[in-house]
């Protein structure tokens, strides 16, 4: 630990004295999360953007992995790779966090767990998104503690005729074989790009134990996990264009207590989902109409154990189509209208055959009255047979006090209904086992509503520092809580006397937090630059009856996060570190502890001996610390990984 101390230390003299040129760059990109289009300082939002370059430099292993390392971001993984992780935001389940691919939703009507599970290839990546804080009047159900929208590359009209391949492929302890690959081709009007990620490994070996008179077997953290995408499009005569894209993300890993802390797990899962999307796009003068089409179609096979009928298979679909129309009205107002129509459904031999609709209209106005101000107001109305009628709306501010200091605040409400899982989980099983999870058809829809004040300070030319307090109060959330099948009314499947974590509201949560932020880049010339950010988030989440549940309280109280990249010449080197500290918890069936808190280090370098050929090393877990960030699923230890990449642009 003395040693982790140091490094920790050493990374937070390193970040003070090189903040560059990175918040100027930044503040003044359209974010494409935002309906009308406008800059970050403009939204009054908490805003961060990963770009192409930053993405490849990191040291990571699957984009849940790279995400975790942006403040204010926590990733709960079961597996390091990417095989399964929560992605969690500001106190919010990892349900309560939404997912978007090119503004459309990505959000599995089975079950959060999935949420992570992004069919965009790394070199597909133009640049990702995150929005911190509520956003269900643009977006819908689900957009309670964040968004994060993944743009991947398309047309660009400033651009002329050019040819875009890049690629790397590792090779690591555990017979680990990482690949990346991607192209991007633009001829005139018409583009084409794709990629594809492969990630790879017989896992660690976790030895056999004996817990409370239990042999618990031996096995190994095994993952296989591949993606791969293409897109095509063209711009059309009168400012259409028109974008197709299909994408596959394929998984297979062991599962062992992923889920459960039963002595009886023996689990694998393999899942697949199928990406397609379809947008066309008119723009004209002062307006733009999107239309998109997405369709998500996802498939699940979970396996408890070898030893006897334990196989749960799903099958679930997801077609979303969203019209927007954005109109700038004048230089001082700009608005948007939209609406959305979804359908939802499920095949399962354990949660049964179900299926959805959902209907939604919004508007968002932005208004600037002075040039120091600008304010937007959101509205949406939704319909949903699972939760009926609702509306959300949004109020957000930003004020430019003065060159440095930008005031922002926002208030809105967020809603969201429980998945298939959390209505259907174990329904069909017959003579369910202790400890299982089981579903509720009588959930309530999530009702929040969330506050924030922050402000963004320039320092010096282009230091930044950003900090924000927010505050979510909450009704009927969802979660699972230990309950005697006395107390459950659909016990029929249940033992005597035994308890389950049976899905329940659970009234009245309040989160409260602080997030604080630092953001550098020292571009000293062409060849040498030093990018990089620290990050620390308190939160703070209490309920009246004094529940205790799985998620809702299972994020870190306190998160501090790192992550700067140095490039000099052909050299670059990247470190990323995390220290959290969080309730701890045992589990004595398996006689696995969940510690109060970690610190995890990763650190990578490159070299680039010529314009299309380098060379990479990367350790992931330096310190090679035993932790875990689900109860009873271990992470991996210390992993070497050495490779080549290759590059023609």
Same mark, same amino acid.
């Given at each position: 630990?003395?040693?982790?101390?140091?490094?920790?230390?050493?990374?937070?003299?390193?970040?003070?004295?090189?903040?560059?040129?990175?918040?100027? =760059?930044?503040?003044?990109?359209?974010?494409?999360?935002?309906?009308?289009?406008?800059?970050?300082?403009?939204?009054?939002?908490?805003?961060?953007?990963?770009?192409?370059? =930053?993405? #490849? @430099?990191?040291?990571?292993?699957?984009?849940?992995?790279?995400?975790?390392?942006?403040?204010?971001? =926590?990733?709960?993984? #079961?597996?390091?790779?990417?095989?399964?992780?929560?992605?969690?935001? #500001?106190?919010?389940?990892?349900?309560?966090?939404?997912?978007?691919?090119?503004?459309?939703?990505? &959000?599995?009507?089975?079950?959060?767990?999935? &949420?992570?599970?992004?069919?965009?290839?790394t070199a597909e990546i133009e640049r990702i998104e995150v929005l911190r804080g509520a956003a269900a009047a643009i977006y819908g159900a689900d957009a309670v503690g964040g968004v994060i929208n993944v743009v991947t590359k398309s047309y660009q009209p400033d651009r002329s005729d050019y040819t875009e391949i890049e690629g790397q492929v590792n090779y690591g302890d555990h017979s680990l074989l990482m690949g990346r690959q991607g192209f991007a081709l633009q001829r005139g009007r018409q583009f084409i790009t794709g990629g594809f990620n492969l990630t790879q490994s017989l896992g660690e070996p976790i030895p056999e134990r004996s817990v409370n008179g239990n042999t618990l077997s031996a096995f190994r953290n095994y993952f296989d996990v591949k993606t791969v995408g293409v897109q095509l499009g063209t711009r059309l005569?009168?400012?259409?264009?028109?974008?197709?894209?299909?994408?596959?993300?394929?998984?297979?890993?062991?599962? #062992?207590?992923?889920?459960?802390?039963?002595?009886f797990d023996k689990s694998t899962e393999t899942t697949g989902t199928w990406w397609n999307q379809l947008q066309v796009r008119k723009t004209r003068a002062n307006s733009t109409t999107h239309i998109n089409l997405a369709h998500k179609r996802n498939t699940d096979v979970f396996i408890f154990s070898p030893d006897f009928p334990s196989t749960n298979e799903h099958v679930t679909h997801f077609t979303n189509l969203n019209v927007n129309h954005n109109w700038t009205l004048s230089p001082q107002f700009s608005m948007n209208v939209g609406t959305q129509v979804d359908r939802r459904s499920i095949e399962s031999n354990d949660r049964g055959d179900h299926q959805d609709w959902h209907f939604g209209v919004y508007g968002m106005g932005v208004w600037q009255p002075a040039a120091a101000w600008t304010l937007t107001a959101s509205a949406r109305v939704d319909y949903d047979e699972n939760y009926d009628l609702e509306f959300t709306p949004q109020l957000n501010a930003s004020y430019q006090a003065t060159p440095a200091l930008r005031l922002r605040a926002s208030a809105g409400r967020s809603i969201r209904a429980a998945n298939y899982t959390e209505r259907y989980v174990s329904f069909n099983l017959p003579n369910l086992t202790p400890g299982r999870n089981l579903g509720n058809s009588n959930l309530l829809a999530e009702r929040s509503w969330s506050e924030e004040l922050g402000f963004d300070l320039d320092l010096g030319r282009a230091w930044q520092w950003k900090a924000t307090g927010f505050l979510r109060q909450s009704g009927n959330l969802i979660d699972y809580? =230990?309950? &005697?099948?006395?107390?459950?009314?659909? &016990? @029929?499947n249940l033992q005597d006397g035994a308890n389950y974590f049976f899905a329940q509201n659970i009234s009245d949560v309040v989160t409260r937090g602080v997030e604080t932020e630092l953001w550098f880049g020292k571009v000293f010339d062409e060849r040498r630059q030093l990018r990089g950010s620290l990050g620390y988030t308190y939160l703070n989440t209490t309920n009246e009856e004094g529940i205790v549940s799985v998620y809702i309280s299972s994020h870190a109280r306190h998160l501090l996060t790192t992550n700067w990249i140095l490039s000099a010449g052909g050299l670059d080197f990247a470190v990323n570190g995390l220290y959290k500290v969080r309730n701890a918890r045992f589990a004595e069936s398996i006689g696995s502890e969940l510690e109060e808190s970690y610190s995890l280090w990763n650190v990578r370098a490159g070299h680039s001996i010529t314009d299309q050929f380098g060379i990479q090393v990367q350790i992931h877990n330096v310190f090679d610390v035993a932790y875990q960030d689900i109860l009873g699923a271990p992470m991996p230890g210390r992993w070497f990984m050495a490779g080549i990449s290759f590059g023609i642009r």
């Open positions: 630990m003395q040693s982790q101390s140091i490094f920790v230390l050493a990374c937070l003299l390193l970040v003070v004295p090189i903040y560059g040129q990175l918040s100027s =760059e930044v503040d003044t990109v359209t974010v494409k999360s935002a309906r009308v289009p406008m800059t970050i300082a403009q939204t009054g939002r908490n805003i961060s953007l990963l770009r192409p370059k =930053e993405i #490849r @430099q990191a040291p990571y292993t699957s984009l849940d992995d790279l995400l975790q390392y942006v403040p204010g971001i =926590e990733v709960q993984s #079961r597996n390091a790779f990417g095989a399964q992780g929560d992605i969690t935001m #500001r106190g919010a389940t990892f349900s309560q966090v939404m997912v978007l691919v090119d503004g459309m939703k990505l &959000n599995d009507p089975l079950t959060g767990h999935f &949420n992570h599970a992004i069919p965009v290839a005569d009168n400012g259409w264009q028109v974008r197709y894209r299909t994408a596959y993300d394929h998984r297979d890993f062991s599962a #062992r207590y992923f889920y459960t802390t039963s002595a809580v =230990e309950t &005697n099948e006395s107390n459950i009314p659909n &016990n @029929q």
